[in-house]
């Protein structure tokens, strides 16, 4: 654990970099609004050092927004991520919906406006497969794909004893409950809480939350799943009364926008999130 350390550079935005004898490399980088204090982060620990390579967990506003400033930074760097994220990262599209979340959410957190960068510096420079192993010296990051979040989730073992675990196995947030986030989908997100326990890591690393007290570690897959089930049942539950969707969205909002996500997370996030869940269960049924 000591070659990892936590950088981040502002709310809702983790990164952690890691320090092998030979090349560093960040998990994450945080929205755009973070990238001055990230960077300023990074050089501290880095001194003469390059940063040579940035792995993304998925392709989320709120975890590669920084990427432009970053290379801007050290320009040899290389963005790593899967397939799936280097195809989104082509869309004109998906270029713009980063683009609008990260201007809004600097609005959010108070940062004012974001600096320009063009969209090309937003990309996925080498693919990484599950299986795949990366040597920094001394520290060796296994990939492996953990779907259900998005198509283009990935968790990262570190020297087989710290995972940090993709978002499709949910995130624990300050409060210390974790919550669900299945929006391409609710089973694949159970396969990869399921794969995720059988690593059985001494650390976990949640997103958005970072370390997991070592008190907490040995429930937090059990809770995962505890969470996926108790949003998958509410919708199905009022699926089964004959609601709508809108309606099970309004629903969910009062059972499950409580104060902490309220101070964590726009409402457009997660209503954008709720409906996506809704969705997704609505579609895989039971
Ligand atoms: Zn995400």
């Given at each position: 654990m000591d070659k990892i350390i936590d950088v981040t550079g502002g709310q809702g935005g983790k990164a952690f970099l890691l320090i092998g004898e030979e090349k560093t490399a960040l998990v994450d980088c945080g929205?755009?609004?973070?990238?001055p204090t990230l960077i300023s982060n990074i050089k501290q620990v880095l001194g003469r050092r390059t940063l040579d390579y940035i792995l993304i967990s998925h392709s989320h506003y709120d975890h590669i927004g920084a990427i432009p400033y970053l290379r801007e930074e050290w320009p040899n760097l290389k963005v790593l991520g899967a397939e799936y994220a280097k195809g989104i990262l082509n869309r004109e599209n998906a270029l713009k919906d980063i683009r609008n979340l990260s201007v809004l959410a600097a609005k959010f957190y108070g940062a004012g406006d974001i600096k320009e960068y063009g969209d090309?510096?937003?990309?996925?420079?080498n693919n990484i497969f599950d299986g795949d192993s990366l040597d920094l010296g001394g520290v060796i990051i296994k990939v492996i794909e953990a779907q259900?979040?998005?198509?283009?989730s990935l968790s990262f073992l570190v020297n087989n004893e710290t995972l940090f675990a993709s978002e499709s196995t949910g995130y624990k947030s300050k409060s210390g409950k974790v919550y669900p986030a299945f929006i391409t989908s609710c089973s694949q997100a159970i396969d990869s809480i399921n794969r995720s326990r059988e690593i059985n890591p001494r650390f976990i690393i949640s997103p958005h939350f970072g370390l997991v007290n070592q008190s907490d570690t040995l429930n937090y897959w059990e809770e995962c799943i505890l969470a996926v089930k108790e949003t998958k049942d509410f919708i199905l539950r009022l699926s089964e009364k004959g609601y709508e969707e809108e309606q099970i969205l309004i629903e969910y909002e009062e059972a499950f926008r409580d104060e902490e996500s309220r101070l964590e997370q726009p409402s457009n996030a997660f209503r954008l999130n709720a409906q996506s869940m809704i969705k997704t269960v609505l579609n895989e049924g039971k």
């Open positions: 929205m755009a609004y973070c990238a090309d510096m937003l990309k996925v420079d259900g979040h998005t198509k283009c």
